[in-house]
């Protein structure tokens, strides 16, 4: 499966618990990650995606509200 998503643009951001996948292609720029979540998700930073700055249900929750499937998430 990790395989399938970085063959289809995905980057992978790991964390220790879930693992953050995120596709630049298909965001649409809705900012529901920053705004969901700004420690998990931080545009001016690198690496932007820091899955470890929260528990993983709001890691989850977060990327649940992402409109475009530019986000994923993989529980370890
Ligand atoms: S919520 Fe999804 S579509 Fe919106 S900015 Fe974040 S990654 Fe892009």
Redesign the pocket.
């Known amino acids: 499966m990790d395989e399938e998503l970085t063959a289809a643009g995905y980057r992978r951001y790991s964390g220790d618990k879930i693992d953050v996948y995120?596709n630049s292609a298909l965001?649409?720029?809705?900012?529901?990650?920053?705004r969901g979540n700004a420690a998990i998700?931080t545009l001016n930073r690198r690496p932007w995606i820091m899955p470890d700055n929260a528990e993983p249900a709001e890691v989850k929750r977060v990327i649940d509200?992402?409109?475009?499937g530019?986000?994923k998430y993989r529980e370890k």
């Open positions: 995120f965001c649409r720029h809705s900012a529901n990650c920053v998700f509200t992402c409109p475009s530019a986000l």
